[in-house]
């Protein structure tokens, strides 16, 4: 796994690495499926846009000091970075 340093913090390299991490660390054009959300509310919300555990997203854009921009099925969501924090993912494996 690499660690990049951005801004002053830790950022992980998306898809390049196999070990989970949360989705305000992900970058524009990763696969990630969704290995949970650890706010109760904000799971419930999840859940409602197709976004529950095992659900597969893709990145669309990270919006410098904003939210991540998510697609889910055929909609595009933006979560806010605090929220985002919470919610954990891992790259998702290759399509066969």
Same mark, same amino acid.
């Given at each position: 796994?690499?660690?990049?340093?951005?801004?002053?913090?830790?950022?992980?390299?998306?898809?390049?690495?196999?070990?989970?991490?949360?989705?305000?660390?992900?970058?524009?054009?990763?696969?990630?499926? +969704?290995?949970? $959300?650890?706010?109760?509310? #904000?799971?419930?919300?999840?859940? !409602?846009? /197709?976004?529950? &555990?095992? =659900?597969? +997203?893709?990145? $669309?854009?990270?919006?410098? #000091?904003?939210?991540?921009?998510? !697609?889910? /099925?055929?909609? &595009?969501? =933006?979560?806010?970075?605090?929220?985002?924090?919470?919610?954990?993912?891992?790259?998702?494996?290759?399509?066969?």
């Amino acid at each position: 796994m690499r660690i990049r340093m951005r801004r002053g913090r830790d950022r992980c390299d998306g898809c390049e690495q196999s070990a989970a991490c949360t989705l305000d660390l992900a970058r524009r054009g990763d696969r990630l499926v +969704v290995l949970g $959300v650890d706010d109760e509310r #904000a799971r419930m919300h999840a859940v !409602r846009f /197709g976004m529950g &555990e095992g =659900a597969c +997203v893709s990145c $669309v854009t990270v919006l410098p #000091a904003g939210p991540v921009v998510l !697609r889910s /099925g055929r909609q &595009e969501i =933006a979560v806010g970075r605090e929220l985002a924090k919470r919610i954990r993912v891992a790259p998702a494996p290759e399509a066969a």
